[in-house]
């Protein structure tokens, strides 16, 4: 149905017949349309199927002339035979003087496509080009009225601009028309009056039908709250005015919006994706308290629509949504994983491949169903030659099936292969966070003020007992630190400011700006104190490793210099267990092994990989005895010697030493190592070289 050919359709005559009828039933919501993307692509398509195998649009005329037939049966039989005539009349127009897709696209606005976004602007463009769509479908005649140009349909109740993640309260999650049947009158009517707006084509016209439309929407409210409804719920059902393009509704709800209560066939489009952190507080506490059982406190507002994808479906509909993938893996969409193991069909993830490269976005198309799904899960990944175009991107996925009882802890992975290679890597390993402390950074609330360089003449003057050496997110490198000269002027809770006259003169400076910090306005903290000072005792420690929170590739250095970090762009980490030397530790973390695991554990960030606490926390670390942890802190003081020499020296064939021990100390086999390698950011000379040595002591020429 999909394919640009030239050739004649396959179907029966009774298949195209169900075919027309079937898109004539379709019911598709966008529930975050923007500026209607999605809308349009949907309709575009459904006017191609059309075209193709109902060419002169006998049979979709027909059925729009059915359709209008049964909608004014009860009018009809009354004797208000001019509602049917009206309405048959706007077909033949919509079809005759127009071209074949207009009204194609007329009726199917009209009957089968939704929009739903909290922003009007984007609403309002939405329907704009939709009216331009159907502009370009319209012939002109120079002797008729206005050239012959119909008027075009109103879309306030086809596009509306609500919160489509907050329904309404109902009564015992009834549905609005329950048992009253006065209710349900009324509901049929505004249906009814919705239905003849949409094609009003004159303002006296639709003010009659904007008007009638409020009313009724007051009398339900009135018979809603008799039949025990809140009244602030009733009051939100009767205040929503679809006609008022400049507000947006505070909550959604598509029967009583758009009239349909069965659901949509399909639910479809990209909802947005960023942190609840960046949200007010009311709308989380809302999300938390209508979501509990997806809810985990640090959810992607996209968890949230994936939910209400499938939930606004009707028992046979789908959703189909482009995300970005991280809720495949990511710790804090658990929960949404374990709902959707009952829902998902098909999952199509690009991994690092970035599709919409300006987006910076690792992209995964999700397939659901709204009842419970078949046993199997079809998976598909792309491979290292993945090219994005339409004749090479079929052949640049895999595919593969897995059981989804078999789905554990994450969804990042389904090739058996890889399952079982990283079941591997973690058997018989202790787990970072198990034996270390992980910690950010103090965050000051105004970091520009509280680190300074040397650079800066006045530090030459500053007294020593409160400067700390202060790293940022770009000194850190594989194994080594570059030092620029920067210091963090470190106030805790035991300075006592004035003992410190020169660095007292120069926050004084800054005191307005320190003192409109929160925790200072709350009483919290003096103004010249660092707002959030952290476990002080890990920057301190004579030994630790140290890790940009953001990097494409591990980035881990060995400090004993007591390096402090005023933000959250560095972790930083210390040793508890003694067993184990810090520089081993440093060594498998550095690793293209461990590299390669964190990929299925770590949330990707655009080209970067982000080092949380969690997820490095469940970085397995090998048990090792003395001789194996001694021959690789060999390895990494080479490094470090070399790196402290000049820090621009390369390393690479100590590093690939240390590569191909850590894949032995895994128990890796050289095909299950060769894979990594390939899958790995790492240069041919770094493959060959680490390749070599594995080689090597598989052979027992080195030990």
């Not at 027309?20 to 692509?41: H, N, Q, R, Y």
């Not at 089968?112 to 922003?119: L, P």
């Not at 939930?311 to 959703?319: I, K, V």
């Not at 482009?322 to 374990?338: D, Q």
């Amino acid at each position: 149905l999909f394919e640009y050919t030239e050739k004649e359709h396959a179907f029966t005559d009774n298949e195209v017949s169900k075919i027309v009828e079937a898109i004539s039933e379709l019911k598709i919501l966008d529930p975050a349309c923007g500026s209607g993307a999605f809308p349009m692509g949907i309709l575009h398509k459904l006017v191609f199927i059309l075209n193709k195998i109902d060419g002169d649009n006998k049979k979709w005329r027909d059925l729009q002339k059915q359709r209008a037939v049964k909608e004014t049966e009860k009018a009809y039989s009354v004797g208000d035979k001019e509602e049917r005539h009206q309405r048959l009349k706007e077909i033949e127009e919509a079809f005759d003087f127009n071209t074949s897709d207009y009204g194609r696209k007329l009726f199917l606005i009209e009957n089968s496509i939704y929009g739903v976004d909290i922003q009007p602007i984007a609403v309002q463009i939405a329907k704009l080009r939709f009216f331009i769509s159907l502009i370009v479908d319209q012939n002109t005649d120079e002797d008729k009225e206005n050239l012959g140009i119909l008027p075009l349909p109103n879309l306030e109740t086809k596009f509306v601009a609500a919160n489509t993640l907050i329904g309404i309260d109902k009564k015992g999650q009834l549905e609005l028309n329950f048992q009253n049947s006065e209710i349900d009158k009324k509901e049929k009517e505004l249906s009814k009056v919705r239905e003849r707006h949409f094609l009003a084509r004159t303002p006296k016209t639709k003010e009659k039908y904007r008007e009638k439309d409020e009313y009724l929407r007051n009398e339900i409210a009135v018979l809603l709250e008799k039949e025990g409804f809140a009244s602030d719920v009733t009051k939100k059902l009767a205040h929503w005015n679809p006609y008022d393009q400049n507000t947006s509704a505070d909550f959604f709800d598509p029967e009583w919006m758009f009239g349909l209560k069965d659901g949509f066939d399909v639910v479809i489009g990209n909802p947005p994706y960023f942190s609840l952190n960046t949200i007010n507080k009311e709308f989380v506490v809302s999300l938390a308290n209508r979501y509990k059982s997806i809810h985990t406190g640090y959810n992607d507002i996209v968890y949230y629509f994936i939910y209400i994808g499938i939930e606004l479906l009707n028992p046979n509909g789908f959703c189909i949504f482009i995300t970005s993938n991280y809720y495949l893996g990511n710790n804090y969409a658990k929960k949404l994983r374990e709902y959707l193991k009952k829902h998902v069909i098909k999952i199509v993830n690009f991994k690092d491949h970035q599709v919409f490269s300006e987006a910076s976005i690792h992209t995964c198309i999700t397939c659901s169903s709204k009842k419970l799904a078949i046993e199997k899960i079809l998976f598909f990944e792309s491979t290292d030659d993945l090219q994005i175009d339409s004749s090479k991107i079929e052949t640049s996925l895999q595919a593969f099936e897995i059981d989804r009882n078999e789905l554990k802890h994450d969804w990042i992975i389904a090739d058996e292969n890889k399952l079982t290679l990283i079941n591997k890597l973690n058997d018989g390993c202790y787990k970072l966070g198990d034996i270390s402390i992980i910690e950010k950074g103090s965050t000051s609330g105004k970091n520009e003020v509280f680190t300074v360089s040397y650079r800066f003449a006045k530090v030459n003057l500053f007294e020593k007992e409160i400067l700390k050496k202060n790293i940022k997110n770009a000194d850190i490198s594989r194994y080594s630190i570059q030092d620029r000269g920067n210091y963090l002027i470190y106030t805790d809770k035991n300075t006592i400011i004035e003992d410190y006259p020169n660095i007292y003169s120069y926050l004084s400076t800054h005191k307005p700006v320190l003192s409109s910090r929160n925790e200072v306005k709350k009483g919290l903290y003096p103004w010249y104190r660092l707002e959030r000072p952290r476990k002080k005792y890990i920057f301190d420690a004579s030994e630790k490793i140290v890790v940009p929170y953001r990097s494409e590739t591990n980035k881990f250095a060995y400090d004993n210099q007591q390096y402090f970090n005023d933000g959250g762009d560095i972790r930083a980490i210390v040793l508890t267990e003694k067993g184990l030397d810090i520089k081993f530790i440093l060594a498998l973390l550095n690793s293209k092994v461990l590299d390669w695991l964190y990929g299925f554990i770590g949330k990707p960030k655009g080209k970067s990989r982000e080092y949380f606490n969690k997820p490095m926390s469940i970085i397995p670390i090998k048990t090792a005895n003395y001789n194996e942890q001694k021959s690789l802190i060999s390895l990494v003081d080479n490094i470090l010697n070399t790196k402290q020499s000049n820090l621009a020296l390369a390393t690479t064939a100590l590093e690939a030493e240390i590569d191909g021990r850590v894949a032995h100390l895994y128990n890796l086999t050289e095909e299950e190592y060769s894979l990594i390698l390939k899958e790995t950011n790492c240069t041919d000379l770094f493959r060959t070289a680490a390749l070599n040595i594995y080689r090597d002591i598989a052979r027992g020429k080195i030990k």
